[in-house]
């Protein structure tokens, strides 16, 4: 049998053990639209980067490097519990490549003492069966994998025949949910790759997305016809899971600027290895400023900051979090500065093409 082709099915066990952790993350997640829905004082999605460091150097991609050491174990949990005390719901751990980190495992066993939802975005080379099993009993909730192609070329070698094997793997052992997410937009060869890679994703039991990049300007570039038809299709596919709350994909696919709340640095943060709050991955730098000396005000003044960016923004997990707010608090402030004495103060930076893993 053709290996991209070829399906396994998971062991009763493992289907129990994973029907379990679905219902009882769902639960979870019902209670954090809940408690977002009643208080807007806390932050719903935190994406933390515990390894700048990558195995692989996507072209596209300047949210690596090939040499960064891992963020320290006991400094990880301090930024954990510095989030957890501030009521956050839900952490993705991004990079870089956070598999490569030594103490991952450790790191989700902590966001679950802390009662945050775990997430975690890999470029998945790392995986097998015996680091699958681990995350399982760390307590992992959630998984993504971006792959760019059906075979790699010079850009990406994330590509669905590279990591077909391991997807068979995650069908097979994992508890946990796991998203494929696929790219269409300036730069990508063939359209027709997410499709095939959205198929792949659905026949292995899995959730897919797909996102839209931008061109190298980064400004929003409608897809062509084609594309727009795969685009709609791959859509309809992902219909499964809360990533389908993405209404203003559409827009973006059309080229079409979006009228919405951009609550980063309040609802949603980035925080990067340095243990700094950024708006996002796109616009680190602004406003800089450590995890420890980030204070309720300062979120609370982010809230209501108007983000330049927003109309032609791409960043889907952003404006997910901001439909919990969209219907509320109009933004009429405008970024200033809010360094504390000492804490450093980086020039704001605007990466132009949105194709890393988030
Ligand atoms: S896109 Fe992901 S896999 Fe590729 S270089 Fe960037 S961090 Fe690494
Ligand atoms: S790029 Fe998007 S997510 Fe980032 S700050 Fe701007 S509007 Fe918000």
């Not at 049998?1 to 952790?21: H, I, N, Y």
């Not at 949603?268 to 709050?277: F, H, K, N, S, T």
């Given at each position: 049998?053709d290996k991209e082709t ?141 792959i760019d192609n059906v075979v790699p070329d010079?850009v990406s070698k994330k590509s669905l025949k590279t990591l077909d094997?391991?997807l ?12 494929i997410?696929s790219v269409l937009?300036?730069?990508v060869k063939d359209p027709e790759d997410a499709l095939k890679i959205a198929h792949r994703a ?28 795969i ?128």
């Amino acid at each position: 049998m053709d290996k991209e082709t070829e399906v396994v099915r998971a062991s009763v066990k493992t289907r129990l053990r994973r029907g379990l952790r679905f219902l009882r993350t769902r639960a979870r997640e019902l209670k954090m639209i809940g408690k977002a829905l009643v208080s807007t004082k806390h932050p719903i999605l935190v994406h933390v980067i515990p390894m700048r460091q990558c195995n692989l150097a996507c072209t596209y991609c300047n949210e690596f490097d090939d040499f960064s050491k891992p963020v320290p174990l006991e400094e990880m949990k301090k930024r954990l519990d510095l989030l957890a005390d501030m009521g956050t719901s839900i952490i993705t751990i991004s990079g870089g490549e956070p598999l490569m980190h030594p103490d991952l495992d450790e790191v989700i066993r902590h966001m679950r003492r802390r009662g945050m939802i775990a997430g975690l975005i890999t470029n998945g080379f790392y995986l097998n069966r015996e680091r699958i099993e681990r995350l399982n009993e760390a307590g992992l909730e959630h998984l993504q994998i971006s792959i760019d192609n059906v075979v790699p070329d010079e850009v990406s070698k994330k590509s669905l025949k590279t990591l077909d094997g391991r997807l068979l793997m995650l069908s097979q052992y994992a508890v946990f949910q796991v998203n494929i997410n696929s790219v269409l937009g300036s730069g990508v060869k063939d359209p027709e790759d997410a499709l095939k890679i959205a198929h792949r994703a659905v026949e292995l039991g899995f959730t897919s997305t797909v996102g839209i990049i931008h061109d190298n300007n980064g400004q929003l570039k409608p897809l062509g016809p084609h594309e727009q038809e795969i685009f709609e299709e791959v859509m309809a596919l992902g219909k499964r899971s809360f990533s389908r709350f993405n209404e203003f994909q559409h827009n973006v696919a059309r080229g079409k600027e979006h009228n919405w709340r951009c609550r980063s640095g309040s609802r949603y943060l980035y925080i990067c290895e340095d243990g700094l709050v950024h708006w996002c991955s796109q616009q680190r730098g602004y406003p800089g400023i450590p995890l420890a000396q980030y204070t309720p005000e300062m979120r609370e003044r982010e809230y209501s900051t108007q983000k330049f960016c927003a109309a032609r923004c791409t960043v889907s997990c952003v404006q997910q979090v901001g439909i919990l707010d969209n219907w509320r608090d109009p933004q009429n402030l405008k970024p200033m500065p809010m360094t504390p004495p000492a804490a450093p103060q980086a020039e704001l930076v605007q990466i132009g093409q949105v194709r890393g893993d988030s």
